[in-house]
């Protein structure tokens, strides 16, 4: 039983939770859980579409009118339709084409800056058009990032603070997150979450940047600076995608 | 889609051979029916409210979500890079369904929304978060909750 589903039942609250991978539930045997076919980071399926969300939770939230248990484990028989690839999206930009190797700092560092100017108006017109913006968790506006993230490509120990694992995270967040929803606003199809990531880690120069970090930082003394190299820059289906 | 086929060698090995917690007993609690319960969800993916604390790697705490908080207001620091963000990105209902809530109770499907809403961040060991999920549940009972959502990341 997952912990936060035991202490809740344990106190009297009745809970049913939606569950992303089979298995994990299996092994868990919460006291209701719902699985869905959908892919890590979507729970209730399809972005902005509320009558697909609520087919999933009712499907959820019946499982609380169930007489008795522990333990049901129903699976949801509908896939994400998002999920799918988009053979009609085109990604207009390929900043890697041109982009300088990370280690010539100088010339990285302009081509970097120019690179996020150009998606600055797309940034902007996906704040405009949403009300929002996951950027934020490093405290710094987006040009603060660049240059910090600059700066511990070029010297990890010359910036680092004590636990780098409490803000290059963040820093790392912010940045990865302005140029996905930037290029959400790129082009009137919406990709696949795969497209929009294979286009980030392909095509772009921060990638390439992050992918030199990561390469200097797995081979790091430090133990936490290490564990940043290994954990915090590439997603695992980016690693294991790109072979690294 | 998620099967154990579609996710990478790396997260395969870590629900094939990852720790799973004991508890004492099943506990297994009963209520109204659905239209006349009052549902909160817990995530456990991290969010948080722009000026609060972010969630830290090793971070048991939880985070208190005032139903009416704007989508504008919520950031995600869990430190697990490995799920899709960009869904969030598009539309908080991915994983804090809350407006859905809304119009479900509208619909009559359920009776009522929870004023609050909590967030943790999951994959951390279940010792440290028990007294957090306690305090969670309590005052989940003081706002007359009796059905509580999980979602996780």
Same mark, same amino acid.
């Given at each position: ?9 344990? @106190?009297?609250?009745?809970? =049913?939770? =939606?569950?992303?991978? $089979? ?18 980071? $979507?729970?209730?399926? !399809? ?28 699976? %949801?028989? +509908? ?6 690839? $988009? ?25 970097? @800056?120019?690179?996020?100017?150009? &998606? ?16 934020g968790e490093s405290g ?43 290029? &959400?606003?790129? %082009? ?5 979450? $795969? ?8 095509? !772009?120069?921060?990638?390439?940047? &992050?992918?030199? &970090? ?25 690693? +294991?995608?790109?072979?690294? | 889609?998620?099967?154990? !086929? @579609? ?23 009963? #209520? ?6 009052? =549902?909160?969800? =817990?995530?456990?993916? *991290? ?39 960009? #869904? ?18 509208? @619909? ?7 004023? !609050? ?6 994959? *951390? ?6 007294? %957090?999920?306690?305090?969670v549940a309590e005052r ?14």
């Open positions: 039983m997952s912990a936060l589903a035991y202490f809740l039942e344990d @106190e009297g609250l009745p809970t =049913v939770a =939606v569950s992303v991978i $089979r298995l994990q539930s299996e092994r868990l045997g919460n006291p209701r859980s719902l699985w869905v076919p959908f892919e890590l980071g $979507r729970p209730l399926g !399809t972005p902005n579409d509320p009558v697909f969300q609520k087919h999933v939770i009712r499907s959820a939230l019946e499982l609380l009118e169930a007489p008795s248990g522990p333990v049901l484990l129903v699976d %949801y028989p +509908h896939e994400d339709p998002s999920a799918a690839d $988009r053979d009609d999206w085109f990604p207009p930009f390929n900043f890697a084409e041109s982009i300088p190797n990370p280690s010539d700092g100088v010339q990285f560092a302009a081509a970097l @800056e120019d690179e996020m100017q150009t &998606l600055a108006p797309l940034h902007r017109a996906f704040v405009a058009a949403t009300r929002r913006s996951m950027v710094m506006d987006i040009e603060g990032c660049r240059r910090f993230f600059l700066a511990y490509l070029a010297d990890p120990a010359a910036t680092a603070a004590a636990n780098p694992m409490t803000w290059v995270p963040w820093v790392v967040d912010d940045l990865r997150y302005y140029y996905l929803e930037a290029m &959400l606003s790129a %082009y009137p199809v919406i990709p696949s979450s $795969r497209q929009l990531e294979g286009w980030f880690w392909d095509r !772009t120069g921060l990638a390439r940047g &992050l992918l030199a &970090l990561r390469s200097k930082l797995i081979t790091h003394n430090d133990t936490m600076t290490r564990f940043v190299g290994e954990r915090a820059l590439l997603p695992g289906p980016q690693r +294991h995608r790109l072979g690294l | 889609m998620v099967r154990m !086929t @579609e996710l990478t060698p790396s997260l395969q090995e870590a629900v094939e051979n990852g720790f799973n917690p004991t508890f004492e007993g099943k506990p297994f609690v009963l #209520g109204p029916s659905l239209s006349k319960r009052r =549902v909160a969800v =817990v995530t456990s993916a *991290g969010l948080s409210r722009r000026g609060e604390p972010l969630f830290r790697l090793g971070d048991s705490s939880y985070r208190a979500i005032p139903a009416a908080t704007p989508a504008s207001e919520l950031l995600m620091s869990h430190v697990s890079i490995n799920f899709d963000r960009t #869904g969030f990105m598009r539309d908080q209902n991915v994983l804090f369904p809350v407006e859905r809530l809304y119009e479900l109770a509208a @619909e009559g499907t359920i009776g009522s929304v929870a004023a !609050t809403h909590y967030s943790f961040m999951g994959a *951390g060991h279940p010792a440290p978060m028990e007294p %957090y999920a306690r305090e989940m009972k003081t706002d007359d909750v009796d059905a509580v959502l999980l979602t996780p990341a």
